[in-house]
């Protein structure tokens, strides 16, 4: 009986294949190798958009690059990437080529510390650019931002994660399966409350180690008399930590200036460092550094 014989269109499809899981093959080796020289990773996120989540990743980074450290700031947030925005660098470009993608660097003011940054927001053509992706092309993005970017040697990775629970959490989760573990944003009042434990469970279930719970604007300090206003309700951070047996990392006021020096930006903890927010920041990264795995050389 005469083997079956393969047309040229069957032949031309079945390479498309391979040489499709040779390049995921590369990329998932070119991430495995990153990774080995990050040495702890922090992921962020909210269960609910408007809570301050990317407000607090970049403050986290700026404070953690303040003490000397290298660290890598990874926005995900693809379709609304703001982090770029929030350190003065919209119109940055990295450096390199599609598969040695060189992050934008920004010196702490100290001079020791160093955070590099990657973000959507610097391959898009304008600030108004849309982004219209499905599941495979953000999963096959958030590959391509942790395989080919050149992250080199950091001592912290924070992500930067979109609200909700969709498709880059799970990706993330995925892919970053000995993370640090989880830093979750919320606002005092029960509806960001409610939304946030969707994503604490989320975390429980991907198996991720839940560091701890950030509450934003926790109060509203006056810029006038300095006065704090509890606008958004009181404790809410801390019961929800306290019944879902996590810390409390922090707990961040809400000042008008946090906004300006976002505006503007400069990391309100590099612009404002005495402040009783600063403080706060710094207090949560000391909070945060105690939870990190310790490191196996």
């Not at 982090?83 to 390199?96: E, F, R």
């Not at 080529?97 to 959507?120: C, F, N, W, Y």
């Not at 719970?213 to 404790?235: D, L, Q």
């Not at 801390?238 to 505006?263: F, R, T, W």
Request: with cysteine; aromatic share 4%.
């Amino acid at each position: 009986m005469p083997l079956p014989v393969q047309s040229s269109g069957q032949a031309a499809a079945q390479n498309l294949q391979q040489d499709r899981m040779a390049q995921q093959f590369r990329l998932r080796m070119a991430i495995a190798e990153n990774l080995k020289r990050i040495k702890h990773t922090v992921i962020v996120m909210s269960g609910k958009g408007g809570v301050g989540k990317t407000t607090v990743a970049v403050n986290l980074a700026a404070a953690f690059a303040s003490k000397g450290k290298r660290v890598g700031l990874l926005d995900l947030d693809l379709t609304n990437p703001n982090v770029p925005i929030m350190l003065g660098l919209d119109a940055a470009k990295p450096g390199g080529h599609s598969e040695d993608i060189q992050p934008v660097d920004v010196k702490a003011p100290d001079g020791e510390g160093l955070l590099r940054v990657m973000s959507t927001e610097f391959f898009l053509q304008g600030k108004d650019s849309a982004i219209i992706w499905r599941g495979p092309i953000k999963m096959n993005v958030i590959n391509q931002l942790l395989g080919n970017v050149e992250w080199g040697d950091l001592d912290l990775l924070v992500v930067d994660l979109p609200p909700g629970t969709g498709d880059e959490p799970l990706t993330i989760a995925q892919l970053l399966k000995d993370a640090d573990g989880v830093v979750l944003v919320t606002t005092p009042q029960s509806v960001a409350i409610l939304d946030v434990k969707k994503s604490l469970n989320f975390a429980r279930s991907m198996e991720l180690p839940v560091l701890g719970i950030v509450e934003n604007m926790s109060t509203f300090v006056c810029p006038h008399c300095h006065e704090a206003t509890p606008i958004f309700g009181e404790h809410g951070g801390a019961k929800l930590a306290h019944d879902e047996n996590v810390a409390l990392l922090g707990s961040i006021p809400l000042e008008p200036h946090v906004m300006q020096s976002g505006e503007t930006g400069v990391p309100y903890v590099w612009r404002a460092e005495g402040s009783a927010t600063t403080r706060a920041f710094q207090e949560t990264v000391a909070a945060i550094e105690k939870r990190l795995k310790p490191r196996v050389v």
